[in-house]
């Protein structure tokens, strides 16, 4: 099992920054794949961003390219995403995942329970 605990959401205007932490736990950290993913009010959950297990792989949904940056640091057992330039269409509660499967078609095993992040025009 991982336990997977997100923490920087919150209340931001548009233009601005937030970085999300995820910590996990539970089993070796650099086996998995790590992404977040998004679910804004009466829409479909949507995959953000992943990295793999080192760190040298990403991918970014194209709504955020340019925008927001995934990392990880393998001896904090934590990853991050850097989000700039917030619009109000990114306001959605954001989860961390993780996956030992193959990077290449990332599907989570664990999620966390999710921040919300609010951003307001």
């Known amino acids: 099992q991982v336990q997977l605990v997100e923490s920087g959401g919150g209340l931001v205007q548009a233009g601005g920054s937030l970085r999300l932490s995820c910590a996990a736990s539970?089993?070796?950290?650099?086996?998995?794949?790590m992404g977040w993913f998004r679910q804004a009010s009466g829409k479909e959950r949507e995959l953000v961003s992943t990295?793999?297990?080192?760190?040298?792989?990403?991918y970014y949904v194209d709504s955020v390219k340019g925008r927001f940056t995934i990392s990880r640091d393998n001896a904090k057992n934590t990853v991050y995403l850097q989000m700039n330039s917030l619009k109000a269409e990114d306001t959605a509660v954001y989860y961390c995942?993780?996956?030992?499967?193959?990077?290449?078609?990332?599907?989570?095993?664990?999620w966390g329970q999710g921040t919300q992040v609010t951003v307001s025009s």
């Open positions: 990295v793999n297990w080192s760190g040298g792989r990403t």
């Open positions: 995942t993780a996956t030992s499967g193959p990077y290449v078609r990332y599907v989570p095993e664990y």
């Open positions: 539970g089993r070796t950290f650099s086996d998995y794949a």
